[in-house]
Protein backbone atom coordinates (compact mmCIF):
# COMPACT_ATOMS: atom_id res chain seq x y z
CA UNK A 1 0.00 0.00 0.00
CA UNK A 2 2.79 2.48 0.49
CA UNK A 3 4.49 1.65 -2.79
CA UNK A 4 2.62 4.24 -4.78
CA UNK A 5 3.28 7.64 -2.55
CA UNK A 6 6.94 6.31 -2.83
CA UNK A 7 6.66 5.94 -6.42
CA UNK A 8 4.61 9.02 -7.43
CA UNK A 9 6.74 11.20 -4.62
CA UNK A 10 10.17 9.68 -6.45
CA UNK A 11 8.56 10.52 -10.01
CA UNK A 12 8.37 13.81 -9.05
CA UNK A 13 11.52 14.41 -7.89
CA UNK A 14 12.48 13.64 -11.09
CA UNK A 15 10.60 15.60 -12.83
CA UNK A 16 11.74 18.54 -10.69
CA UNK A 17 15.23 17.57 -11.46
CA UNK A 18 14.53 17.37 -15.24
CA UNK A 19 12.77 20.53 -15.68
CA UNK A 20 16.53 23.12 -15.31
CA UNK A 21 17.58 20.69 -17.46
CA UNK A 22 15.12 20.92 -20.37
CA UNK A 23 15.03 24.36 -19.73
CA UNK A 24 18.55 24.93 -20.34
CA UNK A 25 18.14 23.29 -23.75
CA UNK A 26 15.30 26.24 -24.45
CA UNK A 27 17.50 29.13 -23.60
CA UNK A 28 19.98 30.62 -25.92
CA UNK A 29 23.64 30.98 -25.89
CA UNK A 30 25.47 33.98 -25.31
CA UNK A 31 28.95 34.60 -26.90
CA UNK A 32 30.10 37.50 -25.86
CA UNK A 33 33.13 39.18 -27.75
CA UNK A 34 35.44 41.68 -25.42
CA UNK A 35 36.10 43.58 -29.56
CA UNK A 36 33.57 45.88 -31.43
CA UNK A 37 31.77 44.15 -34.47
CA UNK A 38 33.61 44.07 -38.09
CA UNK A 39 37.34 42.51 -36.34
CA UNK A 40 38.91 39.07 -36.55
CA UNK A 41 37.56 37.98 -33.29
CA UNK A 42 34.13 39.39 -34.27
CA UNK A 43 33.90 37.07 -37.03
CA UNK A 44 35.60 34.23 -36.19
CA UNK A 45 32.81 34.15 -33.02
CA UNK A 46 29.95 34.95 -35.65
CA UNK A 47 31.72 31.43 -37.89
CA UNK A 48 31.47 29.39 -34.50
CA UNK A 49 28.21 30.55 -32.92
CA UNK A 50 26.11 30.62 -36.70
CA UNK A 51 27.57 26.74 -36.49
CA UNK A 52 27.32 25.47 -32.99
CA UNK A 53 23.35 26.67 -33.02
CA UNK A 54 23.25 24.38 -35.73
CA UNK A 55 25.28 21.62 -34.20
CA UNK A 56 23.24 21.79 -31.04
CA UNK A 57 20.01 22.46 -32.18
CA UNK A 58 19.58 26.13 -29.92
CA UNK A 59 19.83 30.06 -30.71
CA UNK A 60 23.04 31.16 -30.24
CA UNK A 61 23.51 34.66 -30.23
CA UNK A 62 26.78 36.90 -30.17
CA UNK A 63 27.22 39.71 -27.99
CA UNK A 64 29.79 42.67 -28.48
CA UNK A 65 30.81 43.90 -25.47
CA UNK A 66 34.20 46.03 -26.61
CA UNK A 67 36.62 48.40 -24.49
CA UNK A 68 39.64 49.08 -21.91
CA UNK A 69 41.40 46.15 -23.98
CA UNK A 70 39.17 43.33 -23.43
CA UNK A 71 38.67 43.42 -19.99
CA UNK A 72 34.90 44.84 -19.84
CA UNK A 73 33.91 41.72 -22.22
CA UNK A 74 35.63 39.09 -20.34
CA UNK A 75 34.48 40.90 -16.66
CA UNK A 76 30.48 40.30 -18.29
CA UNK A 77 31.73 37.09 -18.93
CA UNK A 78 33.04 35.99 -15.74
CA UNK A 79 29.88 37.30 -14.56
CA UNK A 80 27.65 34.95 -16.41
CA UNK A 81 25.87 32.19 -15.75
CA UNK A 82 28.00 28.80 -15.28
CA UNK A 83 25.13 26.61 -16.94
CA UNK A 84 26.87 26.37 -20.48
CA UNK A 85 24.56 29.12 -21.17
CA UNK A 86 27.69 31.98 -21.14
CA UNK A 87 30.76 31.51 -23.42
CA UNK A 88 33.66 33.41 -23.93
CA UNK A 89 35.46 33.57 -26.99
CA UNK A 90 38.42 35.58 -26.86
CA UNK A 91 42.22 35.81 -28.24
CA UNK A 92 45.29 35.19 -26.67
CA UNK A 93 46.41 38.57 -25.15
CA UNK A 94 43.38 38.87 -22.88
CA UNK A 95 44.34 35.81 -21.13
CA UNK A 96 48.37 35.49 -20.92
CA UNK A 97 49.27 39.20 -21.64
CA UNK A 98 47.17 41.38 -20.70
CA UNK A 99 47.41 39.80 -17.14
CA UNK A 100 50.99 40.73 -16.75
CA UNK A 101 50.71 44.48 -18.09
CA UNK A 102 47.78 46.02 -15.13
CA UNK A 103 45.82 44.85 -11.92
CA UNK A 104 42.82 43.39 -13.40
CA UNK A 105 38.99 42.60 -11.27
CA UNK A 106 39.78 39.00 -12.35
CA UNK A 107 42.13 36.15 -12.90
CA UNK A 108 42.22 35.02 -16.65
CA UNK A 109 43.04 32.10 -15.73
CA UNK A 110 41.17 30.46 -12.56
CA UNK A 111 38.15 32.45 -13.43
CA UNK A 112 37.25 30.84 -16.65
CA UNK A 113 37.09 27.19 -17.89
CA UNK A 114 39.02 26.58 -21.16
CA UNK A 115 36.65 25.07 -23.45
CA UNK A 116 37.99 25.00 -26.69
CA UNK A 117 40.85 26.26 -29.10
CA UNK A 118 39.43 27.82 -32.39
CA UNK A 119 41.89 28.80 -34.72
CA UNK A 120 45.53 30.74 -34.45
CA UNK A 121 46.36 33.46 -36.34
CA UNK A 122 49.69 33.29 -38.74
CA UNK A 123 51.32 36.48 -38.73
CA UNK A 124 54.44 36.42 -40.89
CA UNK A 125 58.13 37.73 -40.03
CA UNK A 126 58.62 40.06 -43.48
CA UNK A 127 61.38 41.95 -44.10
CA UNK A 128 61.87 45.50 -46.74
CA UNK A 129 62.42 44.17 -50.59
CA UNK A 130 66.06 45.54 -50.29
CA UNK A 131 66.92 44.14 -46.78
CA UNK A 132 70.05 42.09 -47.31
CA UNK A 133 68.92 38.58 -46.60
CA UNK A 134 66.51 36.46 -48.20
CA UNK A 135 66.63 33.67 -45.41
CA UNK A 136 65.95 33.56 -41.75
CA UNK A 137 69.15 32.62 -41.43
CA UNK A 138 71.33 35.26 -43.51
CA UNK A 139 68.41 38.44 -41.87
CA UNK A 140 69.35 36.97 -38.60
CA UNK A 141 73.39 37.41 -39.26
CA UNK A 142 72.73 40.80 -40.99
CA UNK A 143 71.11 42.01 -37.65
CA UNK A 144 73.74 40.26 -35.71
CA UNK A 145 76.45 42.73 -37.53
CA UNK A 146 74.95 45.67 -37.02
CA UNK A 147 72.92 45.56 -33.44
CA UNK A 148 70.17 48.50 -33.04
CA UNK A 149 70.67 49.67 -37.09
CA UNK A 150 67.35 47.92 -37.58
CA UNK A 151 63.92 48.30 -36.54
CA UNK A 152 60.96 46.29 -36.51
CA UNK A 153 57.82 48.27 -36.88
CA UNK A 154 54.12 47.10 -34.53
CA UNK A 155 50.52 48.12 -33.98
CA UNK A 156 51.22 49.40 -30.63
CA UNK A 157 53.22 48.61 -27.25
CA UNK A 158 52.48 45.11 -25.56
CA UNK A 159 50.30 44.20 -29.22
CA UNK A 160 51.30 40.71 -30.26
CA UNK A 161 53.03 42.48 -33.14
CA UNK A 162 55.13 44.34 -30.54
CA UNK A 163 56.08 40.63 -28.41
CA UNK A 164 56.85 38.88 -31.50
CA UNK A 165 59.55 41.29 -32.02
CA UNK A 166 61.27 41.23 -28.85
CA UNK A 167 60.90 37.10 -28.76
CA UNK A 168 62.92 37.40 -31.77
CA UNK A 169 65.50 39.95 -30.48
CA UNK A 170 65.28 37.64 -26.85
CA UNK A 171 65.73 34.13 -28.70
CA UNK A 172 68.63 35.04 -31.66
CA UNK A 173 70.45 37.74 -29.62
CA UNK A 174 69.97 40.29 -32.03
CA UNK A 175 68.88 44.00 -31.19
CA UNK A 176 66.57 45.62 -33.34
CA UNK A 177 64.40 48.59 -32.08
CA UNK A 178 60.77 48.89 -31.34
CA UNK A 179 59.25 51.43 -33.47
CA UNK A 180 55.62 51.32 -32.26
CA UNK A 181 52.37 52.82 -34.40
CA UNK A 182 48.60 53.40 -34.08
CA UNK A 183 47.39 49.97 -36.07
CA UNK A 184 49.05 47.50 -38.49
CA UNK A 185 47.78 49.90 -41.30
CA UNK A 186 49.57 52.40 -40.41
CA UNK A 187 53.11 50.57 -40.00
CA UNK A 188 52.60 49.04 -44.20
CA UNK A 189 53.88 52.74 -45.84
CA UNK A 190 57.15 52.97 -44.07
CA UNK A 191 57.86 49.13 -44.46
CA UNK A 192 57.18 49.75 -48.12
CA UNK A 193 59.69 52.55 -48.13
CA UNK A 194 62.51 51.39 -46.25
CA UNK A 195 61.72 53.52 -42.90
CA UNK A 196 61.21 50.62 -40.61
CA UNK A 197 62.56 47.11 -41.47
CA UNK A 198 60.52 44.45 -40.31
CA UNK A 199 56.89 43.70 -38.69
CA UNK A 200 55.76 40.40 -37.62
CA UNK A 201 52.27 40.54 -39.16
CA UNK A 202 49.90 38.90 -41.68
CA UNK A 203 47.95 42.00 -42.48
CA UNK A 204 51.53 42.65 -45.41
CA UNK A 205 50.72 39.54 -46.87
CA UNK A 206 49.19 41.25 -50.13
CA UNK A 207 52.19 43.12 -50.93
CA UNK A 208 54.50 39.69 -50.44
CA UNK A 209 52.63 38.24 -52.87
CA UNK A 210 53.11 41.28 -54.75
CA UNK A 211 56.89 40.83 -54.49
CA UNK A 212 56.85 44.46 -52.68
CA UNK A 213 57.94 42.70 -49.72
CA UNK A 214 60.00 39.62 -48.54
CA UNK A 215 58.33 36.83 -46.24
CA UNK A 216 61.16 35.28 -44.10
CA UNK A 217 58.78 33.09 -41.67
CA UNK A 218 55.53 31.95 -40.37
CA UNK A 219 56.03 33.02 -36.25
CA UNK A 220 53.49 30.23 -35.41
CA UNK A 221 53.52 26.08 -36.11
CA UNK A 222 51.48 26.56 -39.35
CA UNK A 223 52.71 27.80 -42.98
CA UNK A 224 50.50 30.72 -43.87
CA UNK A 225 48.44 28.91 -46.89
CA UNK A 226 48.99 32.36 -49.28
CA UNK A 227 52.64 31.41 -48.86
CA UNK A 228 52.79 28.02 -48.59
CA UNK A 229 56.51 27.99 -49.53
CA UNK A 230 57.28 30.02 -46.54
CA UNK A 231 58.69 27.56 -43.41
CA UNK A 232 57.86 28.08 -40.27
CA UNK A 233 60.51 29.00 -37.31
CA UNK A 234 59.69 25.21 -36.33
CA UNK A 235 61.04 23.99 -39.58
CA UNK A 236 63.89 26.70 -39.23
CA UNK A 237 65.35 25.23 -35.98
CA UNK A 238 64.05 27.59 -33.60
CA UNK A 239 62.37 27.00 -30.68
CA UNK A 240 59.60 29.38 -30.66
CA UNK A 241 55.81 28.78 -32.29
CA UNK A 242 54.13 32.30 -30.88
CA UNK A 243 50.49 31.96 -29.45
CA UNK A 244 48.20 33.83 -31.48
CA UNK A 245 44.87 31.69 -30.72
CA UNK A 246 41.49 32.26 -30.30
CA UNK A 247 39.71 30.30 -27.85
CA UNK A 248 36.46 29.45 -26.28
CA UNK A 249 35.82 29.27 -22.15
CA UNK A 250 33.17 29.26 -20.03
CA UNK A 251 32.31 30.78 -16.79
CA UNK A 252 34.24 29.54 -13.71
CA UNK A 253 31.63 26.99 -12.05
CA UNK A 254 30.41 25.27 -15.18
CA UNK A 255 29.77 21.71 -14.74
CA UNK A 256 32.57 19.94 -16.68
CA UNK A 257 30.17 17.82 -18.04
CA UNK A 258 28.56 20.67 -20.09
CA UNK A 259 32.39 22.40 -20.62
CA UNK A 260 32.67 18.64 -22.81
CA UNK A 261 29.81 18.68 -24.60
CA UNK A 262 30.19 22.24 -25.99
CA UNK A 263 34.31 21.19 -26.28
CA UNK A 264 32.81 18.13 -28.20
CA UNK A 265 30.59 20.43 -30.56
CA UNK A 266 33.67 22.39 -31.25
CA UNK A 267 35.54 20.33 -32.74
CA UNK A 268 32.85 19.32 -34.78
CA UNK A 269 31.88 23.00 -35.63
CA UNK A 270 35.24 23.31 -36.39
CA UNK A 271 35.84 20.55 -38.44
CA UNK A 272 33.23 21.66 -40.91
CA UNK A 273 33.79 25.00 -40.77
CA UNK A 274 34.51 27.11 -44.39
CA UNK A 275 38.19 27.17 -44.52
CA UNK A 276 38.25 29.85 -47.00
CA UNK A 277 36.91 32.62 -44.53
CA UNK A 278 39.47 31.31 -41.99
CA UNK A 279 42.40 31.92 -45.14
CA UNK A 280 40.75 35.39 -45.73
CA UNK A 281 41.38 36.31 -41.69
CA UNK A 282 45.03 34.99 -42.13
CA UNK A 283 43.79 32.10 -40.01
CA UNK A 284 43.83 28.33 -39.94
CA UNK A 285 41.80 25.58 -38.07
CA UNK A 286 43.36 24.64 -34.62
CA UNK A 287 40.77 23.11 -32.39
CA UNK A 288 42.42 21.63 -28.94
CA UNK A 289 40.10 20.75 -26.27
CA UNK A 290 39.47 21.69 -22.90
CA UNK A 291 42.35 19.43 -21.24
CA UNK A 292 44.86 20.63 -24.09
CA UNK A 293 43.44 23.95 -24.31
CA UNK A 294 44.17 24.45 -20.47
CA UNK A 295 47.58 23.21 -20.52
CA UNK A 296 49.05 24.86 -23.69
CA UNK A 297 47.59 28.03 -22.17
CA UNK A 298 50.03 27.54 -19.05
CA UNK A 299 52.62 27.37 -21.25
CA UNK A 300 51.74 30.36 -23.60
CA UNK A 301 51.50 32.32 -20.22
CA UNK A 302 54.92 31.54 -18.98
CA UNK A 303 56.39 32.61 -22.30
CA UNK A 304 54.77 36.09 -22.39
CA UNK A 305 55.15 36.10 -18.56
CA UNK A 306 58.99 36.13 -19.69
CA UNK A 307 59.09 38.39 -22.84
CA UNK A 308 57.18 40.94 -20.99
CA UNK A 309 59.77 40.97 -17.83
CA UNK A 310 62.64 40.92 -19.62
CA UNK A 311 61.99 43.08 -22.37
CA UNK A 312 60.64 45.73 -19.88
CA UNK A 313 57.28 46.32 -21.83
CA UNK A 314 54.71 48.44 -20.18
CA UNK A 315 51.89 50.45 -21.00
CA UNK A 316 50.40 53.58 -20.13
Known amino acids: MKRRPVLALALALAAAFALPAAAQQDKPIRVIVPYPAGGNADNIARLYAEALGKKLGRAVI ?90 FGSAGPATMTHLMGELINLKT ?91 VASKEVMEGIDKSKLTAMSMSSAFEGPADFKAQIAKDDALMKDVIQKANIHIN
Open 62 to 151: VDNKPGAGGVIGAQAAMRGANDGSVLFVAPTGVFVVTPHLQQLPYDPLTDFVPVARLTTWIPMMVVRKDFPGNTFAEVVAEMKKHPGKYS
Open 173 to 263: GVNTVHVPYKGSAEFIPDLLSGRVDVVYDSVVVPQVKAGQLKAIASMVGTRHPDLPNVPTLKELGVDLDVPNWYGVFAPKGTPANIVDQIG
